[in-house]
């Protein structure tokens, strides 16, 4: 399943609301060796405190300090490395998000022409907006190789007339198909209806 915007703001929201979620997502990002960082820096430096004391042990202790930092050194390369996969999706969800601007651009282009053609149609032949939507449905429909199983009927949701109909797909599925009708109609108002339908 595709990530799309909605899906990124939900978690963004979700995020907000649940700041003991944020944690969560920190230390899935950030490795567990990084986290450990300060204390690991903490003790070495209290082992090097303790080498100036002491003469005895000196080589021991500056053995185990070079293993500390080969191994901080790894955990800085590991998390180095994630991060730049995670930098690598970021720039594949702004990609997708520009993607679906300009899908959204062409839905209300496509939507601006759709209720002006409506808008004529209803002055020739005189019939209501609601009528039109519901002819227009089915037309499009046809002209998709859907085969339509009933008329389209109005229907209201939210105080908004819309139109409904049963179809097959020209693979075979059935679907159930719903059109809201609008004189006028932007993306905002396609992403609300999607989201009311979703619900």
Known sequence: MA?????????????????????ELRNILISKDIRELPQLVRELTEAHKRSEARLSGVEERL???????????????????RLSA?????????????????RLDRVEQKVDRLGEELGGLKATIGSSLEDEASSMLEFVMRQKG??????????RL???????????????EPVSVVMESKARLGARDVIRWSQRMRS
């Open 3 to 23: 990530f799309e915007i909605q899906d990124y703001y939900d978690l963004v929201r979700l995020l907000y609301q649940h700041p003991e979620w944020q944690e």
């Open 63 to 81: 053995t185990r300090l070079e293993q500390a930092v080969a191994e901080l050194t790894e955990a800085h390369k590991r998390s180095e490395a």
């Open 86 to 102: 995670v930098e690598t999706r970021l720039d594949r969800v702004e990609i997708r998000l520009d993607r679906v601007e300009t």
């Open 146 to 155: 859907y085969r339509l199983l009933s008329e389209a009927v109005l229907v």
């Open 158 to 172: 939210n105080g908004e007339v819309d139109a409904a109909l049963k179809a097959v797909s020209p693979e075979g």
